[in-house]
């Protein structure tokens, strides 16, 4: 057997503070070998980012701590190097690309003196300053970004950019090994698949080790070979990843973790989501970390689980396994297909669509925003309709103004131009008084659980809060029943009632922020990306909690998100935006099966899925990125990024036409082609 | 944080609105800050001998002169000494801190009280209202303070209640600015959108909202403003736009004592100590009162 670039045996991390202990990795052990790609998965808080950190020696001097174990690089114990010796590893053989673009390059420097930097501190070659400018083009071509613009500073690149960048300072030196921290959480659909390639290809070529941290399965399912689940500070199960995605067997939380996830290419009326939350790190359960949350819980998980070998790969941490026990009575397949649904949705909609009046239209409705002497288009002339008790989706990639239309629709913006029809009346030509008893019947459900809620009011307060303004009750102690009744209704324990939001968790935030929204029973919410900021466990059950006060309380909403998978799973209409207008309106079924407009397409064909099957495929990756919505040219706003854009498509603006069954579609590409 | 079993998570406990008011909420936290209720204490303390001066020496001593006993070191019977005068220094202290205190307290709540309304008008509603509210007080600020007040205690003539109006004045911008600069960080947060969808108005926003969410940085700025004020108010009375010379007052006192700083250093050092001590136990008791108040460092 070849030797790994990289074993770690046993490691141990805490962190200590004057108050707690934290055990952030307990006795985790994997190796890697050379050119292989080892992707560790797990939720917030599972250790991910601390065992990276342990490998670079960067954990934070005053309270991160390794306790035990081991970290072999190339055969040298990185635990015994000192200071000094550890900095000539860092960047030169190991390098490390952090999660967020934004924050991770200086803002003073030019990019070229960024890259360049690694360079002189290490100047493996000894290279002249003449020879490491030309390594610094090298890189900057090799991560596909002209060298002419080495002279730039990092605010005048996007995103995308600014990684590619950040990936060409870790690629300077040429590192044996790459550790990538979420390299590509922080960025859109489209580039992050233009980015997963590129780390792809970079790999292959330069035939680098990397570990890969994420909290998407899709991302592993297309990058690594190697896959090691983590939870609580544990690695839990451990396998090329074949055993992870086609194999029978597995960890109980890993299953979970692929139940949470709305999967892209079959319809699941409701997900399963793992019951719980990731138990608190100061305190962890006796034996196995899972059991609290485990299905299967024996009385013997009171006792730390075996390491039990499936095969000459897979590794499996939990009591279910070890030979004692009845492996086949255990085998968890009732968590692979999911409870009994209550009812089709689709048979259900195609008996009442007959011409039911549209609860929210608008017509032609326009936000534009003056910027000095020009003006951004964030929204262009969107019409829309949803029945009552209907999911419109509208997807679309950051910065094509999808959050704009959810504000202009309540009023939260003032419109530029246009309509917005609240059964049947226009609201925005209502009086301030006229609108604020409207404002009952249309709420948002908001994005960020930690900035939607006042921290100095606590959640019983936050919940009465619309009630007091709108005297919906005569005495505060009507108000507040009501408002614990709410908690009930989403699933907030009551003991919470006093609570403040700092004390709670992203999910029963989020909880907190719905029970708001509903309190004045409105009949539309407008969901700005309500599960973008949690854990897939925790998003699928806020996303089941929103489905089911849907089907209770007869709710329309309009569901803002740039989760493809999300939004397949909770519409029954999708509209697909981009830079401002609508290029793609259908039925949620039919988007999936067979979009039309490129963009649509790109978007879809960019989302990593966590299936090998779709995994290995060519995937066409979409170029460019999305421009600047200020005074758009004439003609389609995707041209730039089209590639079967032709004349037409920039002297002239598209329609949306209806290609049959309501899908319509901005093309003239189809136009062409459309049969009469 | 949430160290709750999980298994409870779906027992229904008996409720219990523990809808105590926040001050009471606020004061069980507070007690626990030491430096913070040695701060309450001293302030309270010092409010209490000033109210109460009548009844540990009459209000001649402090005014009354006899120049046999000028100058007279600290002893059991002037237990500041005596000044230049002959007049005893702890009589002349006592009565002071009745105006100092007065003017530190009086003009830093209604700075606060205007700066903080003005301010969040301007952070809040911005535009247009923003851009006069904050050239305004450009204009303000681009004068000296003491000039400012000056030039206001001359339209309306000396006095305590017109010092105390012109030193207002003087302090309102640096107010305003904090406030200014807190509400607009509060007001970009979601939880100010999600207000506003559900149709509160916008006072209640200011109040309710964002107000609550600056009040950190005011109580800083208003604890670090009493001091500021009390050496203010002695400025102007030592040009002679204060309180009228007879009239103890704390800066008086030390600007009197200043002539003597070779020969009796004691005349400087009361005074001295005691602005030191007020705006020392105003400050902790702030930042005590600031971490009571953040419902984010409850344990």
Not at chain 1, 340 to 351: F, H, M, N
Not at chain 1, 450 to 460: A, E, F, I
Not at chain 1, 568 to 597: N, R, T, W
Not at chain 2, 208 to 218: M, Q, S, W, Y
Request: proline fraction near 5%; charge should be neutral.
């Amino acid at each position: 057997m070849e030797k790994p670039i990289l074993s770690v045996n046993n490691l141990n991390v805490i962190y200590k503070t004057r108050k707690f202990t934290v055990n952030a990795v307990n006795d985790i052990s994997f190796s890697l070998n050379k050119k292989e790609t080892i992707g560790i998965v797990g939720e917030t808080g599972a250790g991910k980012t601390t065992t990276a950190l342990s490998i670079m020696r960067l954990l934070p001097e005053r309270t991160g701590r390794i306790t035990g174990g081991g970290i072999h690089f190339n055969g040298d114990n990185l635990l015994s190097l000192t200071e000094a010796q550890m900095q000539c590893v860092r960047g030169a053989n190991i390098a490390m690309i952090f999660q967020d673009p934004m924050t991770s390059l200086n803002p003073v420097l030019t990019v070229g003196e960024q890259i360049s930097e690694a360079l002189v501190l290490h100047n493996t070659g000894n290279r002249s300053p003449q020879q490491i400018e030309k390594r610094v083009d090298e890189v900057l071509t090799l991560v596909g970004i002209s060298p002419s613009r080495k002279k730039d500073y990092p605010h005048q690149f996007s995103g995308g950019m600014k990684q590619r960048i950040v990936i060409a300072i870790a690629l300077a030196c040429e590192p044996s090994m790459l550790i990538a921290d979420e390299p590509t959480t922080a960025l859109d659909v489209t580039i992050q698949a233009q980015v997963l390639q590129m780390i792809r290809d970079l790999r292959n070529r330069l035939s680098t080790s990397m570990i890969m941290i994420t909290h998407d399965l899709g991302i592993v399912a297309q990058t690594c070979d190697t896959v090691a689940v983590m939870y609580a500070g544990e690695l839990i199960e451990i396998g090329r990843i074949a055993d992870i995605f086609t194999g029978d067997l597995h960890h109980p939380y890993s299953l979970g973790l692929f139940g949470s996830i709305p999967k892209m290419r079959e319809k699941t009326e409701r997900l399963t989501p793992i019951p719980g939350l990731m138990p608190d790190p100061t305190c962890l359960p006796a034996g196995c970390h899972f059991s609290p949350r485990c299905p299967y819980r024996m009385d013997v998980c009171n006792t730390p689980a075996p390491t039990c070998k499936m095969n000459e790969t897979h590794q499996i941490r939990c009591h279910l396994f070890a030979k004692e026990s009845l492996v086949s009575m255990h085998l968890p397949e009732s968590l692979k297909t999911s409870p009994a649904l209550p009812k089709d949705r689709t048979q259900e909609s195609a008996i009442e669509e007959k011409h039911e009046a549209p609860l929210i239209q608008t017509l032609g409705l326009k936000k534009y925003f003056r910027i000095k002497n020009s003006y951004l288009h964030a929204v262009d002339d969107i019409n829309l309709s949803i029945s009552r008790g209907k999911t419109l989706g509208v997807v679309g990639e950051s910065g094509c103004g999808k959050s704009t239309l959810g504000r202009v629709i309540l009023r939260l913006l003032k419109a530029t131009a246009g309509e917005v029809r609240f059964n049947g009346e226009n609201i925005l030509g209502y009086g301030t008084q006229k609108m604020r008893e409207m404002r009952r019947k249309m709420q948002i459900i908001l994005q960020d659980p930690y900035s939607s809620l006042n921290p100095r009011m606590s959640v019983v307060e936050t919940i009465a809060e619309y009630m007091i303004v709108n005297k919906t009750f005569k005495t505060r102690q009507e108000i507040f029943n009501r408002a614990v009744k709410l908690m009930d209704t989403v699933g907030l324990a009551r003991r919470y009632v006093n609570s403040y939001p700092h004390e709670l968790d992203g999910g029963r935030r989020q909880r907190i922020g719905i029970a708001r929204a509903i309190s004045l029973d409105p009949e539309f919410i407008v969901c700005d990306e309500p599960v973008s900021a949690l854990d897939v466990s925790i998003q699928a059950q806020i996303l089941n909690l929103l489905m089911d006060i849907q089907k209770e309380h007869e709710l329309t909403y309009l569901f803002i998100t740039h989760d493809l998978s999300v939004v397949k799973h909770i519409s029954d209409e999708i509209l697909v935006m981009y830079l401002g207008q609508c290029v793609e309106h259908a039925a949620s079924d039919d988007l999936f099966d067979s979009p039309m407009h490129p963009y649509t397409k790109a978007l879809l064909s960019a989302v990593p899925e966590p299936d090998l099957s779709a995994s290995r495929r060519e995937i066409s990756v979409i170029r460019g990125e999305i421009t600047n919505p200020i005074d758009p040219p004439v003609g389609c706003r995707f041209a730039a990024r089209c590639d079967s854009c032709r004349d037409i498509c920039r002297s002239k603006d598209p329609q949306l036409v209806d290609y049959g069954n309501k899908h319509y579609v901005a093309c003239f590409m189809l136009q062409n082609y459309r049969v009469f | 944080m949430n160290n709750l079993p999980l298994l409870t998570e779906n027992q229904q406990d008996d409720l219990v609105f523990k809808k105590e008011s926040v001050l009471v909420e606020t004061w069980q936290r507070l007690k626990q800050n030491k430096l913070a209720m040695f701060g309450l204490i001293t302030i309270f303390l010092m409010i209490v001998l000033a109210f109460c001066a009548e009844l540990i020496t009459p209000y001649a001593n402090a005014i009354t002169m006899n120049f046999k006993q000028k100058l007279l070191l600290p002893s059991g019977q002037h237990w500041f000494g005596t000044d230049n005068f002959g007049r005893d220094v702890f009589a002349r202290c006592l009565y002071g801190s009745r105006v100092s205190l007065a003017v530190g307290f009086g003009t830093s709540i209604a700075s606060l009280l205007i700066g903080s309304v003005v301010g969040s008008m301007a952070g809040f509603i911005g535009g247009r209202v923003d851009n006069l509210i904050m050239r305004f007080m450009d204009l303000f600020s681009s004068m000296p303070a003491i000039l400012l007040a000056m030039a206001v205690v001359a339209a309306l003539g000396s006095g305590l209640v017109n010092v105390g109006i012109a030193i207002t004045i003087a302090s309102i911008p640096t107010f305003v600015r904090v406030v200014r600069s807190s509400v607009l960080s509060i007001a970009d947060q979601e939880f100010i959108e999600a207000a506003r969808a559900g149709g509160t108005r916008t006072p209640r926003i200011i109040f309710r909202h964002v107000l609550p969410n600056a009040i950190g940085p005011l109580i800083v700025q208003s604890t670090m403003n009493v001091s500021q004020m009390i050496i203010m108010a002695a400025v102007l009375s030592f040009l002679g736009m204060g309180v009228d010379p007879p009239q103890p007052e704390w800066g008086a006192l030390l600007s009197e004592a200043k002539e003597f700083l070779r020969t009796a250093p004691y005349l400087m050092f009361f005074p001295g100590a005691l602005i030191c001590l007020s705006s020392f136990s105003m400050n902790v008791l702030g930042d005590g009162l600031r971490d009571a108040l953040d419902p984010r460092l409850r344990d």
